[in-house]
């Protein structure tokens, strides 16, 4: 490599620590920085209660941590985040921006891409550096292919999907810079006023971070099927996740939905209750460790991915399942 990478990450705030995807996404940088002794990667986080945090993503694989500190940072807004992010890419001399797939790095990627008028490749799953050159792999054509691009840009603006990248494991001897600004923006640059925010409360992991979760789709049926459903997933420990179609039933809550345009997962267990297998379903839990299949319907595609299946209803299999499991567990 002869021309010196210098890559961006932005850090999202699970509570009050870095998200699961941003340490990903730090490991993800610190593997392609560590090709050149020159290259250094930044991390940059909007919140107003830091804490350890700066000293924590030094430790996970950042050279430097620029914070921003302001009470508007949350919740994420275009307006309050742009314009200093956009000002760090160029005081960085940033060559790479790496942003969480999700609603944040979704809206605001395009937008910065547009204000430093460069190229952004969404929902990436590699990352390869050659030369000056930055090449980004994602999916296409609803999962059912990969495809590899790059820019004519300086710079290049990468969403990230989760459980695509690997964390390092952390060094609290590693050493870097951690520096804290104000925030650019005041509040009456804010165009845009929550008025309400509603958080839906779950009892059981989140979803992204379960070992097992417990899917259902189309075959349920409606919202009654979710309940079997939940049943499983509490005596297995789990959450509960969703095709597509049950979503936009309105089955289940949207934060369900798992695929193409949901979440991705890697569980070490993911039963598939009625659910097809089609691909853009396939792209969010593909990484699974073992996926089971229940379905009456024998020529369901989901059976060609999985370790094990059942050819049934599932009304009559899940209880039966769910007892077992129970009296195996001494529940």
């Given amino acids: 490599m002869t021309d010196k990478i210098n890559i ?62 302001s009470t508007l940072c949350h919740p994420y807004q275009a307006d309050t985040w742009l314009p200093d992010m956009a000002a760090m890419a160029k005081e960085t001399k940033a060559s790479l921006i790496l942003m969480s797939h999700n609603s944040t790095g979704g809206d605001l990627a395009p937008r910065l891409a547009f204000k430093l008028k460069c190229g952004v490749a969404t929902s990436c799953e590699k990352i390869t550096i050659e030369g000056a050159k930055t090449f980004l792999t994602r999916t296409c054509y609803g999962g059912k292919a990969r495809e590899v691009l790059s820019f004519d840009n300086e710079v290049a603006i990468a969403t990230i999907r989760p459980k695509s990248q690997t964390p390092i494991a952390r060094d609290i ?23 309400e925010r509603k958080r839906i409360e779950s009892d059981g992991p989140k979803i992204e971070n379960a070992s097992v979760i417990v899917a259902g789709g189309g075959g349920l049926g409606g919202p009654e099927g979710f309940e079997i459903a939940t049943e499983l997933a509490d005596v297995l420990g789990g959450a509960v996740g969703a095709s597509r179609v049950a979503c936009d039933q309105g089955w289940c809550p949207p934060g369900y939905q798992i695929g193409l345009s949901g979440k991705t997962v890697a569980p070490e267990l993911y039963i598939a209750i009625g659910i097809s297998g089609a691909s853009h379903h396939m792209a969010g839990c593909a990484n699974a460790k073992n996926i089971v299949a229940i379905n009456n319907d024998a020529d369901a595609p989901m059976f060609n991915f999985s370790r094990y299946g059942a050819i049934g209803d599932y009304e009559a299999l899940l209880p039966a399942l769910t007892k077992q499991i129970a009296k195996l567990k001494g529940q």
């Fill in 173 to 195: 001897k590693r050493c870097g810079d951690v520096k804290t600004k104000p925030l650019s923006v005041n509040k009456n640059d804010v165009r845009v006023n929550v008025i």
């Fill in 8 to 69: 961006l990450v932005l850090v999202e705030m699970d509570q009050d620590k870095a998200s699961d995807l941003s340490l990903e996404m730090l490991g993800c940088a610190r593997q392609l920085a560590d090709k050149d002794d020159e290259s250094d990667v930044v991390a940059v986080v909007f919140g107003d209660d830091f804490g350890t945090l700066g000293e924590d993503l030094i430790s996970f694989g950042a050279d430097e941590v620029i914070l921003l500190e």
